[in-house]
């Protein structure tokens, strides 16, 4: 079974400081992963995804089968990143496109 | 609509009632999801439906819960005899269902049940 973790459940910093926020997971197939965010008072949405390699509000995230993670990194936070960060997991083949989460990461970027 | 559409926002109920909570997918998409998000903790998935296979209720935690969605359109999430420990978001996600990889979903604003 498809398993994400997200070791820290706070993690704060200050504004300018570099931020990693920890994903690990577990799947024996060839996985999908993503990391979505919620702002104060918003919906959930997709931040990025590990296929398209790309860097969205700075933030980037590589996917490491050996070590079976997905780290989400910033090298200089700001204010605005204050939020809430999942980590999700799907199979990429097959019929179940089932996305499972992480329980989350609060970040908070102090002045 | 433009997005996933979720109804009510808000809904405060009596131990012991029956709550249904709709979800209105983003036209075209056949996967659907109810996710629940208690206060503090992460998202807990209760059920997925793609197109006409079965749907996936792994995720439901009792059999107070049951969710029927209409082909591909709204779906129905039923709380029966609801208790205090249910009191959570519930929300809902969409997303086109394909065989090409990184399909983004698309989650509503969520319905806020709380239950006193």
């Known amino acids: 079974a498809q398993r994400v973790t997200q070791p820290e459940k706070l993690l704060s910093v200050f504004k300018g400081a570099p931020v990693e926020l920890k994903c690990n997971y577990s799947y024996s197939g060839s996985p999908e992963l993503f990391w979505y965010v919620q702002y104060s008072r918003q919906r959930l949405q997709l931040l990025l995804r590990?296929?398209s390699r790309e860097s969205i509000k700075g933030f980037t995230a590589d996917l490491n089968k050996g070590e079976t993670s997905f780290h989400l990194k910033k090298p200089f936070a700001q204010e605005e990143d204050s939020a809430m960060y999942y980590c999700?997991?799907?199979?990429?083949?097959?019929?179940?496109?089932?996305?499972?989460f992480g329980k989350g990461t609060l970040l908070t970027v102090n002045p | 609509g433009a997005g996933v559409s979720q109804s009510p926002s808000n809904k405060v109920t009596e131990k012991g009632k029956d709550v249904e909570l709709r979800c209105d997918p983003i036209s075209g998409h056949t996967a659907l999801y109810w996710y629940r998000q208690r206060l503090g903790q992460g998202l807990e998935f209760l059920i997925y439906?793609?197109?006409?296979?079965?749907?996936?209720k792994s995720g439901l935690p009792s059999d107070r819960f049951s969710a029927e969605r209409t082909g591909e359109s709204v779906s129905t999430l039923t709380i029966q005899r609801t208790q205090q420990e249910d009191s959570a978001v519930y929300l809902c996600?969409?997303?086109?269902?394909?065989?090409?990889?990184?399909?983004?979903?698309?989650f509503g604003e969520g319905s806020w049940l709380t239950v006193v």
């Open positions: 999700a997991l799907r199979y990429s083949g097959g019929s179940n496109y089932k996305l499972t």
């Open positions: 996600a969409s997303s086109p269902w394909d065989r090409v990889a990184g399909n983004t979903i698309y």
């Open positions: 590990h296929i």
């Open positions: 439906f793609q197109g006409n296979s079965a749907p996936d």
